[in-house]
């Protein structure tokens, strides 16, 4: 098992002004950076809680969480993380998987919903057994459901703000896998706004500096 708190995130080379605080586009902008970690979409493990499932084994139907408090999420459902064997995995030997015979598992975000969910899902030695669905807060699928076929592990990105998702095997197999599950959670509006007063303050000095 793995855990994984803020990591490094993609940089934006952000084209500099000669006077970077006066004008409404370096506020705009200032404010996309800050908001903007869920729009820079990058490997799982490049977001705010990252699980491997490395070392983590429970029996079908057992819910676990993972994350820090304020930012948990529960997976739960007929489904179990266990030593699948290399074969199986898409990192190390564990991962995430559903129980065949049109069962269902869940991956709930418990305290804050996800702005950003990334992770690699395989069907197993079952074409068209997999489907994705997620769903806003209020229970509103988001999009179209997502179909995985055969055994290649598919990176699947989806952008909320994600409530939970749901995992369904549809065949009589093998189960369905998921793999690497990174995500982070919806800001809080008042550290945005923090974090975009920091940034503008960082430009405005960075403007300063140059004219000096
Ligand atoms: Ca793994």
Same mark, same amino acid.
């Given at each position: ?11 934006i ?7 970077p ?10 404010l ?29 139907? +057992? ?5 820090? &408090? /304020?930012?948990? !999420?529960?997976?739960?459902? #007929? =489904?179990?993380?266990?030593? +699948? ?5 898409? &990192? /190390?030997?564990? !991962?995430?998987?559903?129980? #065949? =015979? ?20 395989? =069907? ?16 509103i ?63 405005a ?8």
């Amino acid at each position: 098992m793995k855990f994984e708190g803020s990591r490094g995130r993609s940089q934006i080379a952000a084209r500099r002004s000669r006077r970077p605080c006066s004008s409404l586009a370096t506020w705009v902008l200032g404010l996309v950076i800050a908001l903007g970690p869920t729009m820079l979409l990058a490997a799982p493990a490049d977001q705010d809680v990252f699980e491997d499932f490395e070392m983590l084994s429970t029996a079908y139907g +057992v819910p676990f969480q993972i994350g820090p &408090s /304020g930012s948990r !999420a529960e997976f739960g459902g #007929n =489904a179990r993380s266990s030593d +699948v064997g290399a074969f199986r995995a898409f &990192s /190390g030997t564990y !991962a995430w998987s559903v129980q #065949n =015979a049109a069962a269902v598992g869940t991956i709930t975000f418990l305290d804050a919903p996800a702005s950003v969910v990334e992770f690699y899902a395989s =069907a197993g030695s079952n074409p068209f057994a997999m489907t994705i669905e997620a769903f806003d807060p209020d229970g509103i699928l988001i999009g179209s459901p997502i179909d995985v076929f055969g055994s290649a592990w598919e990176l699947q990105e989806i952008t909320g703000p994600v409530g939970h998702i749901e995992v369904t095997n549809s065949a009589a197999g093998d189960e369905v896998y998921i793999d690497d599950f990174g995500y982070s959670p919806v800001p809080e509006p008042g550290h945005a706004l923090l974090q975009g007063a920091a940034l503008v303050a960082a430009l405005a000095l960075t403007g300063w500096r140059r004219r000096g």
